[in-house]
């Protein structure tokens, strides 16, 4: 009887090693005003999350998630505008 095994192979060429380049530390810095955007819109999301939502709340939501649109579309036209195009 054989034994069946399976053989492990090399998931990535190169391993991380812990700690982010440069170059993802600098994409994260650019990205951080729409992460800030989510995660309130995440707080406030939570928030509400045991109780019903009231008008102000309501208007909380909208605004947060305005905020986290606007956040992309800035992002999304800075990235255009560094590769040479417009969005």
């Known amino acids: 009887m054989k034994n069946i ?10 391993p991380p090693v812990g700690e982010p380049t440069d170059a993802e530390l600098d994409q994260i810095e650019a990205e951080m ?11 406030v999301q939570i928030s509400l999350l045991d109780r019903p939502v009231t008008e ?10 305005r905020k986290v649109l606007a956040a992309g579309r800035d992002l999304l036209n800075r ?3 560094q590769d ?3 969005a």
């Open 5 to 14: 095994v399976a053989l492990q192979a090399v998931v990535t060429a190169n």
């Open 33 to 43: 005003p729409l992460i800030s955007a989510e995660v309130e819109l995440l707080d």
């Open 56 to 65: 102000l709340d309501a208007r909380r939501i909208r605004r947060a998630h």
């Open 84 to 86: 040479g195009g417009a």
């Open 79 to 81: 990235n255009a505008a």
